[in-house]
C-alpha cells in the first residue's frame, strides 16, 4: 500500500484505497494475510502429551506437598513438647526437663502431668468416644514379622493420651523402676526375629534399660495415616541420666527435613 500523499488522505471502500482529491485508486486483497490454525488432529495431539506429563509428575509434586505438611507438623509438635517440659522444670524449680518423671506416678499421671503444661489441649480418658480420641496401632518405620510371618505394629498407641490444640497427640509411658532390666527380641537387619538356636521360638536377650520414660506423639493425631514411625509418630526418652534422648527418626527430621519410612499396612505378608 503506497504512503498517504500531502493532497489526500486515505479512505478504504470496499477493499479500495482511494485518495481523495486526486481521485487515485488503489486496490489491494484484503485476505493476502494468511491465517494460522492447529487442526483437530495436533490439538489432540498436544492434550495428550499434556495430560502424561501431568500424570507422571502431578503425584509426585502432591506426595511432595504431604511430606513438607508432615514436617512442619512433626516439628511443631516437637517444639511443643519441648517447651512443655521446660516449662514444668521452670515452674518446678528442677535443674533438668527430665524431673517431669517420677518412678513413683503412674503413665496416665505422667500424661497428665504433661497435659498441664498444654494450653488449649484435650485429654482424652478411656471412655472417651470423641472422633479424635481413638486406640490406634502405631506402624515401625519399615515392616517386622510378627509370629506368622505378617507385618506386625509397633506399640499401641491407647488412651488416656491428650490432643493438643494443633492436633498432636501425646501419650507418656512411666517405668515403675529406673535403670531396669529388661528383654527383648534378637533381631536382624531387617528388623526380624531370629531364631538362632533353632528351637523354633525368637530368641531373647537381657539388658538393662535406662529410659525412665517414654513421650509418644503422634504430629497429625491419631485420626490420620500414616500412624508410623519415621513419618507422623516419634518418641523421646527421659533417661537415668537425666537427659532427653531425641531418637534417630526424629532428629533426621529436625537436621535433614526428611521422613524415612516405608509404607506397608499392618497384616501384609512380610517375604
Keep these: 500500500m503506497p504512503p498517504p500523499r500531502e493532497d489526500g488522505y486515505i479512505t478504504k471502500v470496499s477493499g479500495e484505497i482511494f485518495?481523495?482529491?486526486?481521485?487515485?485508486?488503489?486496490?489491494?486483497?484484503?485476505?493476502?494475510?494468511?491465517?494460522?490454525?492447529?487442526?483437530?488432529?495436533?490439538?489432540?495431539?498436544?492434550?495428550?502429551i499434556i495430560g502424561v506429563v501431568a500424570a507422571l509428575t502431578i503425584p509426585n509434586l502432591i506426595a511432595d506437598y504431604k511430606e513438607k505438611v508432615l514436617i512442619t507438623q512433626v516439628k511443631k509438635a516437637y517444639s511443643e513438647l519441648d517447651n512443655a517440659?521446660?516449662?514444668?522444670?521452670?515452674?518446678?524449680?528442677?535443674?533438668?526437663?527430665?524431673?517431669i518423671s517420677d518412678t513413683s506416678i503412674t503413665s496416665e499421671e505422667?500424661?497428665?502431668?504433661?497435659?498441664?503444661q498444654f494450653q488449649g489441649a484435650k485429654f482424652c480418658t478411656t471412655n472417651d468416644k470423641s472422633k479424635e480420641c481413638q486406640n490406634v496401632d502405631m506402624k515401625s518405620s519399615k515392616p517386622i514379622k510378627d509370629e506368622e510371618g505378617n507385618a506386625a505394629s509397633s506399640i499401641y498407641f491407647a488412651k488416656p493420651y491428650f490432643v493438643s490444640s494443633n492436633?498432636?497427640?501425646f501419650l507418656a509411658r512411666q517405668q515403675p523402676k529406673c535403670?531396669?532390666?529388661?528383654?527383648y527380641y534378637k533381631t536382624d537387619a531387617d528388623g526380624n526375629k531370629v531364631d538362632e538356636d533353632n528351637d523354633g521360638q525368637p530368641d531373647k536377650v537381657t539388658y538393662t534399660n535406662y529410659y525412665c520414660?517414654?513421650?509418644?506423639?503422634?504430629a497429625n493425631g491419631t485420626i490420620k495415616g500414616p500412624n508410623q514411625f519415621g513419618a507422623d509418630v516419634y518418641r523421646i526418652s527421659l533417661t537415668y541420666q537425666e537427659k532427653v534422648k531425641v531418637w534417630d527418626?526424629?532428629?533426621?527430621?529436625?537436621s535433614t527435613q526428611k521422613l524415612q519410612y516405608t509404607p506397608y499396612n499392618i497384616g501384609d505378608p512380610i517375604k
Design 19 to 48: 485518495y481523495r482529491k486526486t481521485k487515485k485508486c488503489y486496490t489491494f486483497n484484503s485476505y493476502s494475510t494468511k491465517k494460522i490454525a492447529f487442526t483437530l488432529a495436533e490439538v489432540l495431539i498436544t492434550l495428550g
Design 85 to 99: 517440659l521446660g516449662l514444668y522444670m521452670a515452674k518446678n524449680e528442677c535443674t533438668n526437663k527430665v524431673c
Design 110 to 116: 505422667l500424661t497428665k502431668r504433661l497435659f498441664e
Design 167 to 169: 492436633g498432636a497427640a
Design 179 to 183: 535403670p531396669f532390666e529388661a528383654e
Design 213 to 218: 520414660a517414654n513421650i509418644y506423639f503422634d
Design 249 to 254: 527418626d526424629l532428629q533426621n527430621v529436625l
